[in-house]
């Protein structure tokens, strides 16, 4: 179930932020990565039940993030030798989303 809702609302934000913020840089699944890395972090963080963290963590998160075309995104960018995108793009998708999941790890852990 969790994994249901996740790509469904994945699949509307990525769709709204590319109507919104057309780019050939792949802000929709930065974003959508980020957001996810954060919310992961919230819910381990909250040591919630096993199968809270279970329907919320690996279900709706691990279902709406999107690590997959992230990858894919970058290989596209460097086979058409978009290498500035593409380092762009790997070191905030990484750092940002580290740095995003440790706050939400913190936060989660108030609470």
Do not use: H
């Not at 109507?19 to 990565?33: C, D, E, G």
């Not at 992961?40 to 998160?61: D, M, V, Y």
């Not at 790997?90 to 740095?99: A, K, N, P």
């Amino acid at each position: 179930m969790g994994g249901f809702f996740g790509a469904i609302f994945r699949f509307g934000m990525s769709n709204w932020i590319k109507s919104k913020y057309p780019s050939t840089f792949p802000i929709a699944t930065l974003f959508v990565n980020l957001i996810g890395s954060f919310l992961l972090g919230l819910i381990i963080g909250a040591n919630l039940e096993k199968s809270w963290q279970l329907l919320l963590g690996t279900g709706f998160t691990g279902a709406f993030t999107t690590f997959s075309t992230f990858k894919l995104e970058n290989v596209q960018l460097y086979e058409k030798k978009n290498w500035n995108v593409m380092v762009l793009y790997l070191s905030i998708g990484y750092t940002v989303g580290i740095l995003l999941a440790f706050i939400g790890l913190k936060i989660g852990e108030v609470f």
